[in-house]
Structure formats: structure tokens, C-alpha cells
């Protein structure tokens, strides 16, 4: 029979604290995630995070004990490798990525929150890509097209289908690449993200050049480049 007792509360009381210094490393993550993206200082981003690295580790192994938990501490596991997940691409091997958003996707889907579970899924997918693994991330990056669309959130769709084209590209299937990049073009416009549709742009006129198309590729890249 499985120990049904309730914890003591000396257990109740360090498992506080350790979800108070769990949330703060989360905040911290989002100072760098400011940093990153709103003040597009990357050098600041990172020297935060770094200088923070093993608070953050030990923090994020407090989180994968929340994500058996109920309430706020699920949202603190989830969020724990969305809200910083350009930085932690750039600064995570990709079987540790890989384990972080498992735990991050777990807490979503007890939480019964389908937009951060969508949102896991777009990163799941990149760790495969990193990790060599084409096929597996366009079966996890289709889920997250069709979950995107059941919540009907554009930005979310315009994501899945720029990552389908990135594993499609690590494949050498151009013509698919060029599909899906142009839908997800359409999508970032209606949205107005300039940085992704640039990102979209550079990967179009990639994928030409791979075609033969010289022409049509120099006029992507000249408009990714008036962006950036």
C-alpha cells in the first residue's frame, strides 16, 4: 500500500521555500529574458545568467517537484523553460534541454494549460532539431500546428510552421522548406513580428539558393536584411 500520510510539517515548510527560491530564480530568467529581447542586450542577458547558472540549475531541480504538485507550482515548472527558452538554446546541450521541457510539458498538461503545453511543444521540437533528429521534431512540430490551431493563437501556428521548414531544411526538402516558410511568413506580417518574418525571410532565401533560384533568393534576403 503506498504512504498516504500527509507530510510533516517541516516538510511542508522546506517545500515552500524551495518553490519561493524556485520563483525567484524564474523571475530572475525573466530579467534576462528583458534583456534579450526588449533591450536586445544579449552580452548583459547572458553574463546574468551565467553569473546566476547554478541557482538556476538547482532551482530548476526544485521544479520538476512542483510539477507533481497542484496550482502555483505548476505554473513555476512550466514556465521555468518558456519564459527564457532563446537564452537557455543558446546555453543548454540539447539532451538537457530536452529533459527541462519534458518537465515543463508534464506541469502544463496537469495544469491543463494548452497554450503553455503548445508553446513546450514548439520547444521539444527545436531540441530535436539540435540534437540531429529531423523526422522526430516535424512529428512533435505538427502536433503543435494542429494544437495551435484548435487555439486558434496566429503566433503560436506561425512558429510551428517556421519550425517545420527548419526541419525540412535539415533534411534537404527545399520545396517543403519554401511551403512552409511562406505560410509562416503570412503569418508573422498579419501579426506584425518583424524579427521573425526577417528570420522567415533569411530562410526563404536560403532554401532559393539551394533551388537554383538566385534571383528570387537575393530578393528575400534584401528584404530580411531592410528588417534587421
Not at 519534458?102 to 540534437?131: F, P, Q, V
Not at 522548406?177 to 508573422?188: C, R, Y
Request: proline fraction near 2%; hydrophobic fraction near 40%.
Amino acid at each position: 500500500m503506498p504512504d498516504l500520510k500527509e507530510p510533516s510539517k517541516a516538510d511542508q515548510v522546506l517545500r515552500a521555500v524551495r518553490l519561493r527560491y524556485a520563483q525567484h530564480y524564474l523571475d530572475v530568467l525573466r530579467s534576462c529574458q528583458r534583456l534579450y529581447f526588449h533591450k536586445q542586450d544579449t552580452d548583459a542577458a547572458l553574463r546574468l545568467f551565467d553569473g546566476e547558472w547554478l541557482h538556476i540549475l538547482h532551482a530548476q531541480a526544485y521544479t520538476v517537484e512542483c510539477s507533481t504538485d497542484k496550482g502555483e507550482s505548476l505554473h513555476i515548472a512550466s514556465d521555468y523553460v518558456d519564459i527564457p527558452a532563446q537564452i537557455l538554446d543558446l546555453r543548454l546541450q540539447p539532451a538537457t534541454r530536452l529533459k527541462w521541457v519534458e518537465t515543463a510539458m508534464s506541469a502544463a498538461e496537469k495544469s491543463g494549460d494548452e497554450t503553455a503545453a503548445c508553446r513546450h511543444l514548439n520547444n521539444l521540437g527545436r531540441a530535436y532539431s539540435r540534437m540531429g533528429e529531423p523526422r522526430q521534431a516535424i512529428s512533435i512540430h505538427q502536433k503543435q500546428l494542429e494544437l495551435s490551431r484548435k487555439l486558434k493563437n496566429r503566433r503560436l501556428e506561425g512558429a510551428a510552421l517556421a519550425n517545420l521548414a527548419a526541419a525540412h531544411a535539415n533534411l534537404n526538402e527545399d520545396r517543403q522548406t519554401v511551403q512552409f516558410h511562406e505560410q509562416a511568413l503570412e503569418i508573422f506580417r498579419e501579426v506584425g513580428d518583424r524579427r521573425l518574418e526577417a528570420d522567415v525571410l533569411d530562410g526563404l532565401g536560403a532554401a532559393h539558393t539551394k533551388l537554383g533560384d538566385a534571383k528570387c533568393a537575393i530578393g528575400y534576403c534584401q528584404e530580411a536584411v531592410r528588417i534587421f
